[in-house]
């Protein structure tokens, strides 16, 4: 009992208290000032504002989004493609402020703009988005073989159009 002295004592009490304090002053800020990114929808049925000329392909594209936290990784897919297909997710980008910026490769033949003389369909592409209510999509896409901007809206696929796709083989 020789070794239990009151300065000893106090030391450890001392230190456990500023640590418990300083944990709850922390846990306190966390809970009300910091926030996880909302969920965005994985799915959206991608739609092209204006008709592309000399195009007989639809305009209705899938954006597939697989997000961490603020982190997004997504592929952009003709609407009839099969699960199968889906696994290579070209796009990278951020979710920052009801804001989706994504750029990577896509195929630019789903935009009928892919010429005869082209050996390769992968382009370079960016996409700027809003979050709109509903959890709609609106935004436009930048391919770097394309002149023009492409404006588009994008719609949440629900879960029934989900498991109807991929039936369809």
């Given at each position: 009992?020789?070794?239990?002295?009151?300065?000893?004592?106090?030391?450890?009490?001392?230190?456990?208290?500023?640590?418990?304090?300083?944990?709850?002053?922390?846990?306190?800020?966390?809970?009300?000032?910091l926030q996880a990114s909302p969920m965005i929808s994985d799915r959206y049925r991608?739609?092209?504002?204006?008709?592309?000329p000399n195009c007989e392909k639809s305009d209705k594209l899938m954006?597939?989004?697989q997000q961490s936290g603020i982190y997004l990784n997504a592929s952009l897919l003709?609407?009839?493609?099969?699960?199968?297909?889906?696994k290579n997710l070209t796009l990278t980008g951020i979710f920052k402020n009801q804001q989706l910026s994504l750029?990577?490769?896509?195929?630019?033949?789903?935009?009928?703009f892919a010429t005869k003389s082209q050996d390769t369909p992968l382009k370079s592409a960016t996409m700027q988005m809003q979050?709109?209510?509903?959890?709609d999509i609106t935004?436009?896409?930048?391919?770097?073989?394309?002149?023009?901007?492409?404006?588009?809206?994008?719609?949440?696929q629900n879960s029934q159009e989900k498991s109807q796709n991929t039936n369809k083989h």
């Open positions: 009992m020789n070794h239990f002295n009151f300065k000893s004592l106090t030391f450890y009490g001392v230190a456990i208290g500023s640590v418990l304090l300083l944990f709850k002053a922390v846990t306190a800020y966390g809970e009300n000032h991608l739609t092209l504002i204006e008709k592309l954006l597939n989004i003709p609407l009839n493609t099969n699960a199968e297909n889906e750029s990577g490769k896509i195929d630019s033949s789903i935009f009928c979050l709109a209510d509903k959890g935004g436009k896409i930048i391919i770097n073989a394309i002149p023009r901007t492409l404006g588009f809206t994008a719609t949440p």
